[in-house]
């Protein structure tokens, strides 16, 4: 099986950073074997999930807009996208 890492970037508006974080807990992350949440600065933040298939992260994806829509009064927009967000085939890795 190849799994599939996805990184979603997410610009917070100021006073928002609790209630997103609150958001972000309760979305369900049963299709995914390993995610993150990481502050990279004040208001700006990284989701990174694994998931062991791409047919997981289409389900995903479709849940996913729908909790975006949800939150998208508390993000600010990266020119004209609510997120940035990248994915790929994980080619190595490890745990330590």
Do not use: P
């Not at 508006?13 to 958001?23: P, S, T, Y």
């Not at 999930?49 to 998208?72: A, C, F, K, Q, R």
């Amino acid at each position: 099986m190849t799994n599939v890492i996805t990184v979603v970037k997410y610009k917070v508006k100021e006073g928002f950073q609790d209630q997103f974080l609150d958001a972000i807990n309760s979305y369900d992350y049963s299709k995914t074997v390993f995610w993150r949440f990481v502050a990279l600065n004040e208001n700006e933040y990284v989701s990174i999930s694994e998931y062991t298939s791409i047919d997981d992260t289409g389900d995903d994806e479709i849940s996913g807009l729908e909790w975006l829509d949800s939150v998208t009064h508390m993000i600010e927009y990266f020119d004209k996208n609510r997120t940035q967000s990248y994915s790929g085939i994980v080619l190595s890795g490890g745990n330590a």
